[in-house]
């Protein structure tokens, strides 16, 4: 079956945010870090901190297998991100 893809781009601060929102029917999502030098934490809530989430260093990027929303923080404010998401139809 043929998969459709969306993408996005997020100014991610120190307060965490939603940054992905649950999609049934998503196969997959990869978030990319294109801060020069801040590092961006994600996880599967609002409580997500830079002391629990999932470190993307600056520049680097997550691929995850997921439709449950996604929530970000970063370790600085301005944090740029991209977003690609590739779902059924």
């Known amino acids: 079956m043929a998969s459709a893809f969306a993408t996005a781009q997020a100014s991610i601060g120190t307060s965490s945010a939603l940054l992905v929102a649950g999609r049934t029917l998503r196969r997959q999502v990869v978030?990319?870090?294109t801060h020069a030098s801040n590092t961006l934490y994600v996880g599967p809530t609002s409580g997500?901190?830079?002391a629990?989430?999932?470190s993307i260093a600056a520049g680097g990027s997550l691929t995850l297998d997921t439709d449950a929303a996604i929530y970000a923080i970063?370790?600085?404010v301005s944090t740029t991100v991209t977003v690609?998401?590739?779902f059924e139809p």
Do not use: K, Y
């Open 52 to 54: 629990n989430g999932h």
């Open 31 to 33: 978030i990319r870090n």
């Open 74 to 76: 970063a370790s600085a």
């Open 48 to 50: 997500v901190t830079t």
């Open 84 to 86: 690609l998401e590739t």
